[in-house]
């Protein structure tokens, strides 16, 4: 029975997704299926935008992020970090809060992401982050690109199923900067870090 009920829900979604139009391509990136940027293809609760043949993420506030790739074997597309000002150390999207997603969306932020907080009051000492001399933050200072927030206090901490997986939060008078590096692990020098803020989006029901 069991072997039956598998066959006949292999069937119907097989079925179903032959009639399901996937999006045409942006520039050069494929569009897989449930990701939407158009009417009329893949499904409208995934959308995402095509803009002058540029993939991009619209986050709860309006704010775009460009989307570096799509894994639509894994459900995942990993979006570019807002830039930080070097002036200032502040993200780009810090006036609107930092990346938040819709409570309703189908997409979350994954667990594989390492978020580094910069230019932070002391306040975030008495959380359970890692603001310590060997945080991650620290070798991403050392570069060129974190070079606007060294000497800063600055923490990291992995978005674990704990978390709120809508967000990544900064704010005047807490953190003003941010960057995210995925599958980050101890070892790892900064160099070879991969930037991004790593999305997972749940199976659409049938």
Known sequence: ??????????LTSITYMSYVEACPRCGNVEIPYPLSTRDGCGDSRYKIYCNNDVLEFMSAEGFYYRILSI??????????PPLIQSHSCSSSDLGIGGIRLDDGSPFNISTRNTVM?????????????NCSS????????????????K????????????????????????????????????????????????????????
């Open 1 to 10: 029975m069991f072997r039956i009920l598998l066959a006949v829900f292999l």
């Open 71 to 80: 894994n639509p074997f894994a459900s995942r597309l990993v979006l570019s």
């Open 117 to 129: 907080l910069f230019n932070c009051s002391a306040n975030i000492l008495l959380s359970p982050l």
């Open 134 to 149: 060997n945080s991650f933050c620290r070798k991403f200072e050392a570069l060129d690109v974190g070079s606007g927030c």
């Open 151 to 206: 000497d800063t206090l600055c923490c990291h901490y992995l978005k674990d199923s704990s978390m709120n997986s809508h967000k990544i939060r900064v704010r005047f008078g807490g953190c003003t900067a941010y960057t995210s590096v995925i599958d980050v692990r101890p070892n790892d020098p900064a160099e070879a870090w991969n930037y991004g803020i790593e999305l997972q989006w749940e199976a659409p029901h049938l």
